[in-house]
C-alpha cells in the first residue's frame, strides 16, 4: 500500500519540478532582458541620446535583425548598419529633409565619428620616432636660434638621418654637431607629434647632406584631427564670400572652376592654378546625390607646388547648416549613391547651364582642366 502510495506521487513530484524550473528558466529569462534594457538606455544615455532616440534606436536594431541592441553601441559595424537603413528609409519615404529627422541623423553621426575617430587613432598613431616615414617633412626647432626645415632621409634601427635642417636665415657653416633639437612633424590623416633629440653626427645619407640625430620612444601626439575625411576629387565652384550677405546661399552662375582634393563635415580641400593666401575667406559649391551644397569657410593652410604653379587649399568649414553637414557626412561615410558624372556641380541659369555643357563635352575629348587660373 505504502509502495503504491509513492508510485503515484512520482509523476507530480516529476510535473512540479518541470514547473518550477519552466518558472525558474522565465524569470531568468525575463532579469536578463530587463537587465539588457536597462543596460541599453543607460549606454544610450551616456552616449547623449534622448529616450526617444532610444525608441528609435530599438526599433532600427529590429529592422537590421541586430538581436541585441545594446551591441550596436559596442560595434561600429552594427552602428554604421543602423545609420545605412535610416538613411534608405528616410530618402525612400520622402522624410529624409525633415527637420527633426535631421536633428536625429546629426545625433546618429556625431556619435558613430567618436568611435570611428577612436579605431582610427589606435590604427595609425605612432609611439616611436623609428616609425617615422622617409620623405616626412620635420620642422626643427634650435633653443634661441629659430626654426628650421627638414625631411627625414633615412630611418634605421641605431638612428634618424634628416636632411640639413635650412631656413630663409640660416647658415651653410652652421655647427650641428652636439646641438640639443626639437623636432615637430605632422603625420597625414593622423595629428601632429613632437620628440626632443641630439644631433651625433654630420654626414651625407643618399648623396644628401644629412644629420644623424638619436630616436626618442616617448613621442607626444598633439593637434589630433579633428574630422574624418575622405578623398573626393569632383569639380567645384569657388566663389569669394561677401559677409554682408548669407554666405550659405546657392549662387545661380557660375563661378571660379577648382578641383575638389577631399571632403569632411568640417571643411574642405581644393585645388587652383596660383597661390592663394591664409584668411581668405571662400565659399565652394558643388553636387552631392545631385543636390547643389555650398560650404562657406576660412584658408587655413595652403600647399603651393611651383613647378606647376597649384595650390592645394585647405579650407576650415563655418559651422554648417544640419542638413547640409549630414549630406557631407553621408558621404564621407559612404552612404550616397554613386553620382551621375555628366550632372552640373550644381544649379545655374539656362545660359551658364549651355555654355558648361559644351565645356564638358570638349573636356571629355581630352581637353579637361583640372581647375582655372586664379
Not at 505504502?2 to 518550477?20: H, N
Not at 655647427?175 to 613632437?194: N, P, Q
Request: hydrophobic share 40%.
Amino acid at each position: 500500500m505504502r509502495f503504491k502510495r509513492g508510485k503515484a506521487l512520482l509523476p507530480m513530484l516529476i510535473l512540479i519540478l518541470c514547473l518550477l524550473v519552466g518558472v525558474f528558466v522565465a524569470t531568468s529569462s525575463r532579469a536578463q532582458k530587463s537587465g539588457n534594457w536597462l543596460q541599453f538606455f543607460a549606454k544610450g544615455k551616456e552616449a547623449g541620446f534622448t529616450i526617444k532616440d532610444m525608441e528609435q534606436l530599438k526599433q532600427l536594431a529590429a529592422s537590421c535583425n541586430i538581436p541585441d541592441p545594446l551591441t550596436i553601441f559596442q560595434s561600429k559595424k552594427q552602428f554604421e548598419t543602423i545609420i545605412r537603413s535610416l538613411v534608405k528609409t528616410l530618402h525612400l519615404s520622402g522624410e529624409y529633409n525633415n527637420p527633426v529627422t535631421q536633428l536625429f541623423l546629426a545625433r546618429l553621426f556625431d556619435y558613430y565619428h567618436k568611435i570611428e575617430m577612436q579605431t582610427t587613432e589606435n590604427k595609425i598613431k605612432i609611439t616611436t620616432s623609428r616609425q617615422i616615414s622617409e620623405g616626412q617633412p620635420l620642422r626643427v626647432l634650435v633653443a634661441g636660434t629659430g626654426v628650421y626645415k627638414s625631411e627625414v632621409v633615412k630611418n634605421t634601427t641605431n638612428n634618424l638621418a634628416i636632411a640639413r635642417p635650412v631656413n630663409a636665415g640660416s647658415q651653410s657653416s652652421m655647427e650641428w654637431y652636439g646641438l640639443k633639437i626639437s623636432v615637430y612633424f605632422w603625420r597625414e590623416d593622423d595629428a601632429g607629434y613632437v620628440f626632443d633629440s641630439e644631433v651625433i653626427d654630420e654626414v651625407f645619407s643618399k648623396g644628401i647632406s644629412s644629420l644623424k640625430i638619436e630616436h626618442n620612444d616617448s613621442l607626444f601626439r598633439t593637434q589630433k584631427r579633428k574630422s574624418m575625411r575622405v578623398k573626393y576629387q569632383k569639380p567645384a565652384f569657388l566663389y569669394l564670400v561677401n559677409d554682408a550677405e548669407n554666405p550659405h546661399r546657392l549662387e545661380k552662375v557660375a563661378g571660379l572652376r577648382v578641383m575638389l582634393e577631399d571632403i569632411s563635415g568640417s571643411g574642405c580641400a581644393f585645388k587652383v592654378f596660383g597661390q592663394v593666401t591664409v584668411g581668405l575667406r571662400f565659399k565652394v559649391q558643388f553636387l552631392l546625390d545631385k543636390i547643389p551644397v555650398c560650404v562657406p569657410g576660412t584658408v587655413r593652410s595652403v600647399d603651393y607646388y611651383r613647378d606647376s604653379n597649384t595650390t592645394i587649399v585647405h579650407m576650415e568649414a563655418d559651422p554648417l547648416p544640419i542638413g547640409t553637414k549630414n549630406y557631407l557626412l553621408c558621404e564621407v561615410f559612404n552612404l550616397l549613391p554613386e553620382e551621375d558624372e555628366d550632372e552640373l556641380p550644381f544649379r545655374v541659369i539656362e545660359d551658364e547651364a549651355d555654355g558648361i555643357k559644351e565645356k564638358s563635352a570638349d573636356q571629355k575629348t581630352g581637353q579637361k582642366e583640372e581647375a582655372v587660373n586664379a
